[in-house]
């Protein structure tokens, strides 16, 4: 099956359609129709705001759909990738009671039980069987509302989709929750070159047994659908013949398969009725909105997600993936799709496309894409400000600009405010930009603008108190009317406190100016130059900066940094991929411990180089991949708890270094060509008083 002419832009609205979805089911998870009506209505756009939280959150959904794919990038790009190489990946990119999963504890929650079985060493898929954990844990609805990426990773080929899905839903479920998954999977990516429904549910039922409770779930509903436009007594009979009352668990698949069902009969073409059919309706609401948003999203597009009330806007792109590579966690759909397209055509055998506009972090490619842009709001902005994606770059429309407030436009690049509000999920995630790094902008002015403005770059990081503050570039650029001009500034000292945000800041140099200004592109390079330390304050969003996975990361000792581990291995790391060649150096103290040291090119708790003392006596550059941990070079040395010691960690190419005193060791690897720094320790205790990353 060849690539799809608009492959991209069906992703795209793919991942807008499952964020939507999610975004608009989650405030009312798990509340019951009648509830839903009484409290609220039917559900046609979006009510966080009337229960008092945040649109845009952190959600299994959402972290789980597109983290698990990494696993092709880790382990090979293959159809025929394993449950086995899935679960590994669970165990790298999942920290264990914070991020992801729904942690409610074994037998309660199928994804925590299957983690803690993949944890005790029993593989997938073992470890998310029957015959480990019984009927009722199998089956309920994590295999399915994870499935989504391996659908947009196989444009017109269901099988492949199917196949990957099972792979994937074989981590944590069984029987008629992995019937659920492949069944939406080959739906989904059949959905790329197909727009009619019951073609797509026989697609899907053809890679699932004909006598399953999923298959004559479907032929039960297709039948009370028929020539039935009543939603509301399909959803009545769904009620009374595959209710919860009739299926154990916290959130069983096979009643919300069967909504997710029915919200397509009864809205074939229709993103909007079907968003407010499977939403009204109840039960796992953030669930099975995002399923259907994502199905509605590839089969209709762009368009289709646009031709009701204005879905895309609030959301501006945003998600956020917490997970173990922190430097990812913070993200948007454009980012998303982009990779997961180009994985969808390594699959296929084809080209990969080039990075858009030279690799820039922020290029606005995508049809109405802005990239989680959108204007700031205080007493010093311009309320009439907004911003639009053209397809080609940032629109930030203004009108009476004149001197003494701005038009200032933002973007997250690291946990936001807000994150106190969300419930259920935690965000592990780490600054995608530091103190030291060249931040770059292209601009060009409208040219029927009225006046010329002025631009500088911002960044807002945050203070002792967990406020933002702002800070802008120094010098601005003067555009005038039709005139194009680059921005560049060195990203300054933030008292050690990390970056919350990024921007543009347009002003008028005199009188009153109206216009657009067209964002081309933003980007900074790759590697900082920055120093870690302890900032004053009590603050908390510093401390928020290291994913980690230790037991104790305590804010309450002399040192800057100290990190305490009961049982095992115990990280802390902060840094994106993008971080290549580059040194660590640190001021450290091995407390207790059979070994500490240094992390460099990390990429998860369980993918990295290290650098490290151990007690008896080495000083040893160490390769983690998985399970298996290499020692590939040591020198005898000798450091005892409680002395203080300089370690510098470097990685150039594939060269690996590490300097402790007047002790070196050298090793050449290939295994990790970027990724975070930070601080290891087993079974112990380790501090720094200061950690900076330099370029190599």
């Not at 966690?329 to 390594?346: F, P, Q």
């Not at 930009?433 to 990081?461: C, F, M, S, Y």
């Not at 369980?606 to 290499?630: C, K, N, S």
Request: glycine share 10%; hydrophobic share 40%.
């Amino acid at each position: 099956m060849p690539i799809p002419a608009d492959y991209l832009n069906r992703v795209y609205a793919g991942v807008l359609g499952k964020l939507i979805g999610v975004y608009l089911g989650r405030p009312f998870e798990n509340w019951r129709y009648r509830d839903i009506l009484e409290k609220l209505g039917p559900i046609t756009y979006y009510v966080h705001d009337r229960l008092g939280q945040p649109l845009v959150v952190t959600d299994d959904d959402v972290a789980g759909t597109f983290a698990f794919p990494r696993a092709l990038d880790d382990y090979g790009i293959s159809a025929d990738l394993s449950s086995e190489d899935i679960g590994r990946a669970w165990l790298n990119y999942i920290i264990e009671e914070r991020s992801i999963l729904w942690w409610g504890g074994a037998g309660n929650s199928t994804e925590h039980t299957a983690w803690l079985n993949l944890v005790r060493g029993i593989p997938a898929p073992k470890s998310g069987s029957i015959a480990t954990n019984g009927l009722t844990v199998a089956e309920q609805i994590g295999a399915q509302i994870f499935i989504d990426g391996w659908a947009l990773v196989s444009p017109g080929n269901p099988a492949q989709a199917a196949k990957l899905a099972r792979a994937a839903g074989s981590v944590s479920h069984d029987g008629e929750a992995v019937n659920a998954a492949v069944l939406w999977a080959a739906m989904e990516a059949e959905a790329f070159v197909s727009n009619d429904v019951d073609h797509l549910l026989d697609t899907g039922l053809s890679f699932i047994a004909k006598d399953c409770l999923i298959a004559k779930l479907v032929a039960d509903i297709r039948k009370w659908a028929s020539g039935n436009e009543d939603w509301e007594a399909t959803r009545q009979k769904i009620e009374d013949n595959y209710g919860y009352d009739k299926y154990p668990g916290n959130c069983h698949v096979v009643p919300n398969h069967a909504l997710m069902v029915m919200a397509l009969l009864h809205a074939p073409q229709d993103f909007q009725r079907g968003q407010m059919i499977v939403n009204t309706s109840g039960w796992d609401t953030d669930c099975n909105a995002g399923n259907l948003g994502c199905l509605h999203g590839i089969m209709l597009g762009l368009e289709g997600l646009e031709a009701g009330p204005d879905w895309r806007g609030p959301v501006a792109d945003r998600l956020f993936i917490s997970t173990a590579d922190g430097g990812r966690s913070i993200t948007d759909a454009v980012e998303i799709a982009i990779w997961l397209a180009n994985l969808g055509r390594k699959l296929a055998g084809a080209a990969t496309l080039p990075p858009p506009k030279g690799g820039a972090q922020f290029h606005f490619s995508l049809p109405g894409s802005v990239q989680g842009f959108r204007p700031q709001k205080d007493q010093t902005c311009l309320d009439t400000v907004s911003v639009r994606g053209t397809g080609e770059a940032l629109a930030i429309d203004f009108s009476a600009l004149a001197p003494g407030r701005v038009a200032a436009v933002t973007t997250a690049v690291f946990t936001p405010p807000e994150v106190k509000g969300m419930r259920t999920y935690d965000l592990v995630a780490s600054p995608r930009i530091h103190t030291g790094q060249a931040l770059k902008a292209t601009l060009r002015a409208d040219a029927n603008n009225r006046g010329a403005v002025e631009a500088r770059l911002r960044i807002r990081h945050y203070d002792g108190n967990d406020g933002l503050v702002e800070i802008d570039m120094p010098n601005p650029v003067l555009l005038l009317p039709g005139r194009s001009g680059e921005l560049s500034w060195r990203v300054p000292e933030t008292g050690f406190q990390p970056i919350a945000e990024v921007g543009i800041v347009l002003a008028s140099p005199e009188g009153r100016c109206d216009g657009r200004v067209l964002v081309e592109k933003l980007n900074w390079d790759a590697c900082p130059d920055v120093t870690f330390r302890r900032p004053a304050g009590t603050g908390d969003f510093w401390h928020r900066a290291w994913v980690s996975n230790v037991s104790v990361f305590s804010k309450h000792f002399p040192q800057d940094f100290r990190i305490s581990q009961n049982h095992g291995e115990g990280l802390i790391l902060q840094g994106t991929r993008d971080w290549t060649d580059y040194a660590v150096e640190a001021d450290l103290m091995l407390h207790l411990g059979r070994y500490g040291g240094l992390v460099i090119r990390a990429q998860g708790q369980r993918r990295y180089y290290a650098a490290r003392v151990t007690r008896d006596g080495e000083l040893q550059i160490v390769r983690r991949r998985d399970e298996h941990e290499d020692v590939l070079t040591a020198v005898p040395l000798h450091v005892p708890f409680e002395k203080a010691f300089t370690m510098i960690v470097s990685a150039k190419g594939n060269r690996l270094r590490v300097e402790l005193g007047g002790t070196v060791a050298e090793i050449v690897d290939d295994a990790f060509a970027g990724g975070a720094a930070g601080m290891v320790i087993h079974e112990g205790a380790l501090s720094a008083t200061r950690i900076r990353i330099r370029p190599a």
